[in-house]
Each structure stands twice: as C-alpha cells, then as structure tokens.
C-alpha cells in the first residue's frame, strides 16, 4: 500500500515550457487535491475533484489544468511555465469530505527558470 | 473565510507536555478544526480534527474553548520527532462535496533534547 504518490520529485523548467505532475492514490479514495507551498508559507489549494471525471477551482488555479480521468490519477498541468510557479507542489486524498482526514504526497520541487 | 491565528514558533523539551494554541475567532458553526503537521521536506501530515467537544487519539488531544473561538493541541510528550510545523486549520464544505483546508502560517515547535 503506498498511499500517495507524486512523479516527478523534481523538475526544472524554463519559462513557457509545459508539463504535467502525476498524483496517483490506491486507497480508492473519492477526492482528490492539488496544492502549492511556497518557501515559508502554508499550502494553497489550486484545483481540487470529488470524483472521476470532475475537476474544480481552489484558491490559485490560473495557469493551471488538471485532469481526473480515472479514480485513482489525478493530474495537474502547466501549458505555460512561468517563474511565479516556482513552488512545491503537493497532492491530496481523502476518502469522502470534511470529517476525513487528508493524505498527502511526498511532494515535487519544480523550479521554472 | 474563517481564519486562524498561531504563534510563529514554540519551544519545548523533550518528554514534556506541549500546548500549541490557535484562534480562531470568526468560526462558523460548521467549521471544523483541523490540525496538520508537516516535518521538514515531507508533506503535511493529519493530527488530529473535531467541531465541539474534546478529542484525542493516539497522538495528540485536541481542546476546544466552549465559544469555539479558540483550541489547544496538545501533545502529551513531546520526542524529538514531534519537530515540525504545525498548522491550525478551519475545514468547510465546498458546495456540499469535498473538504477544503486553508493553511495559515502554522506554528514551528522545536523539541530540545
């Protein structure tokens, strides 16, 4: 059971360049997270979903896409890498809502030069 | 949005208790309060939650002032492991589905042998 696991660990972009960030989950849990930290700061939330096939807006989502197209992916986009991405990058799991605790990633380092 | 107010940072000694207090003054009555942690370089990791009355688990009791307004984690022996950022969090419902966590600045503990 490896909970939640996140690929690539890290990553260097240049400016306008595009990736996508893999978050991958088998404890068959519903929703799913996507949130940013910035050096010194607490997580944001960019996009989150409550189910394959649904996807929505957190606190930050521009310049970002995501994708949840089977139960257990959930992907997160850059079509246009720019320096204020630079940041860690962690994905959530949780098993329903707000009485459920959240599992996090080990976390990406993405640095966009 | 609800927020929350930490100390920036505490300190303890290793195996005393250890009182990390959080304000959280514009609480709504369907606000829960969440607690996280995160050691350095790793994700955050879930503590411990509750919406009125007292919780404890394996590690750590959660205190919630009889107002709400305020709450206390509680770690009844601190270890050197316990060093970590820890954050107070108000959890609420996104349109009826999923759980979304705002994270503040938390408050860094650091455990002296």
């Known amino acids: 059971n490896a909970g939640v696991t996140q690929t690539p660990k890290f990553r260097v972009l240049k400016t306008g360049q595009s990736m996508t960030l893999l978050c991958a989950q088998d404890m068959n849990h519903e929703y799913m997270y996507w949130y940013r930290q910035d050096p010194g700061m607490g997580l944001r939330l960019i996009h989150y979903s409550v189910g394959e096939g649904t996807t929505a807006k957190g606190e930050v989502p521009d310049g970002y896409n995501v994708s949840r197209l089977k139960k257990q992916n959930f992907l997160l986009g850059l079509e246009s890498a720019a320096p204020s991405q630079t940041s860690v990058y962690f994905c959530a799991s949780s098993y329903l809502g707000i009485l459920y605790e959240q599992y996090f990633g080990p976390g990406t380092r993405l640095t966009v030069t | 949005d609800a927020k929350t107010t930490q100390p920036n940072s505490m300190e303890s000694n290793e195996e005393e208790p250890v009182h990390l207090p959080c304000n959280h003054s514009?609480?709504?009555?369907?606000?829960?309060i969440h607690w996280y942690r995160q050691l350095p370089s790793q994700g955050p990791e879930y503590v411990i939650h509750g919406l009125t009355s007292n919780v404890n688990n394996r590690m750590a009791s959660l205190a919630i002032a009889e107002d709400r307004k305020s709450s206390t984690l509680i770690l009844h022996r601190a270890t050197l492991r316990d060093a970590a950022v820890y954050y107070c969090?108000?959890?609420?419902?996104?349109?009826?589905?999923?759980?979304?966590?705002?994270f503040g600045g938390g408050t860094r503990l650091m455990v002296k042998p």
């Open positions: 969090i108000l959890g609420r419902f996104l349109n009826n589905a999923g759980n979304m966590l705002t």
């Open positions: 514009t609480i709504s009555g369907t606000d829960y």
